[in-house]
């Protein structure tokens, strides 16, 4: 499996997305999505994931990897593009069986996903059974 590098700038992005914009959505799922600082945490731990993915795929460091500054006045444009970031995310992180934990990840996609599929014009007038 390749490893794409991802931009700091993407991760900041996720984390405010998700916090500002659909933590209402996904805050019942996680204790962690309804504090700022522990999704941070969570995004964090998601990049450190994927520059060790990195790592031992190319056994070289990327450079980003040692700073990053969070800005919380950047996000992605529409839910559309957050998704598609968090896929990239989750694609690029390829470590060894058991190593890291998804369920931040994951649980995040699925919620945004049926957000996104739930406000298609198609699934409102779809008949319901």
């Known amino acids: 499996m390749s490893v794409m590098p991802i931009k700091n700038e993407t991760f900041n992005k996720v984390l405010n997305s998700l916090f500002f914009n659909y933590h209402w959505l ?11 600082n522990k999704m941070k945490g969570l995004v964090e731990t998601l990049r450190a994931a994927h520059h060790k993915s990195y790592q031992l795929r190319y056994k070289e460091e990327l450079t980003q990897l040692q700073t990053i500054d969070y800005d919380s006045n950047t996000s992605f444009p529409n839910d559309t593009a957050t998704l598609k970031a968090l896929h990239a995310i989750r694609y690029n992180i390829g470590l060894p069986d058991g190593e890291f934990d998804f369920t931040f990840i994951d649980t995040a996609i699925k919620a945004l996903t049926d957000k996104i599929i739930e406000e ?10």
């Open 26 to 36: 996904i805050k019942d799922k996680m204790e962690q999505f309804k504090d700022y």
């Open 120 to 129: 298609l014009p198609e699934y409102k007038e779809a008949l319901w059974g």
